[in-house]
């Protein structure tokens, strides 16, 4: 057994020792949906330094823990404040939550985040329903000794975000009036912003949206067989479409406005892909 799994192994004890709640979904919290935990019943809620070999976050406004609890009848997880890479943890610990909450039971993993539109369609304050992701611009979390136990050496990666998925998200997005863009998620590792030169180059490579997480998770619970969707809030143009600097105010400005449009987009997504896995 190779010194990742064991650290993986340890943390899933951890949270047993304390937690006793099955999660079917796993929710990935972006910005601006921070507080969405605060809108569902709550089981038990687990603190990130509370679990033994756990990466924890230092950005801030970025709280760390999990929260168990039902969204409507749904047991789900919440990653209420993710690992980014660019805090400096190695992928392996960026994607170690992730890899937890398969282990908790979750099936389904979704994945929110706040991004920059590249797309000149879009604007700040859209939803973009990601079909499909860029991720070679950061390392693979899957680099190493091959986990045997979680999943395969060389892993398909030909549907990540799984079509069925996306087909409930655009029915929750049609039914609750709430406009939804769809478009390829490229994850650059930041902290600082791009250049106007990358996004012009994201964008000729097809890419919709940028951000600094999300894809590697994708690649770690790809791996693990998890089914995975996600929207992206698009919460500024990115660099260089407009003459306007960016700054991290600016992103949680418009995270925060759109914020109670998603947490129900959210909701009526969690809840439908529910009756999916029941039926
Ligand atoms: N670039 C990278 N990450 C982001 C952006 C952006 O423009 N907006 C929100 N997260």
Do not use: W
């Not at 693979?140 to 045997?148: K, Q, Y």
């Amino acid at each position: 057994m190779n010194s990742s799994y064991e650290r993986l192994q340890r943390c899933y004890e951890s949270f047993r020792e304390k937690i006793d709640f099955s999660p079917k979904v796993a929710l990935v919290l972006g910005s601006g949906l921070g507080d969405y935990a605060e809108g569902i019943q709550v089981e038990a809620v687990l603190d990130y330094h509370e679990i033994e070999g756990f990466p924890v976050s230092t950005v801030a406004g970025h709280k760390g823990r999990f929260i168990f609890g039902y969204v409507k009848d749904v047991p789900v997880v919440i990653m209420q404040g993710r690992v980014h890479y660019y805090e400096g943890y190695p992928m392996e610990q960026v994607v170690l939550p992730i890899r937890l909450m398969k282990l908790m039971g979750a099936e389904v993993l979704f994945l929110t985040n706040a991004s920059g539109g590249i797309n000149f369609d879009f604007h700040a304050g859209d939803f973009m329903l990601i079909t499909g992701q860029i991720a070679s611009f950061v390392p693979s979390p899957l680099i190493g000794p091959n986990m045997d136990e979680l999943g395969v050496r060389f892993p398909d990666m030909s549907q990540v975000y799984k079509k069925d998925l996306q087909d409930v998200i655009r029915g929750a997005a049609l039914d609750l009036g709430i406009p939804l863009k769809e478009g390829t998620y490229i994850q650059f590792t930041g902290p600082a912003y791009e250049s106007p030169e990358e996004i012009k180059m994201a964008r000729t490579l097809g890419a919709d949206a940028v951000g600094m997480s999300t894809a590697c998770e994708a690649v770690a619970a790809n791996h693990m067989g998890m089914r995975i969707c996600g929207i992206s809030c698009v919460t500024n143009l990115a660099c260089g479409i407009t003459d306007q600097p960016l700054t991290h105010a600016e992103v949680k400005e418009t995270a925060d406005r759109v914020a109670p449009l998603f947490k129900q987009l959210v909701t009526e997504t969690i809840v439908r892909i529910y009756q999916g896995m029941k039926a």
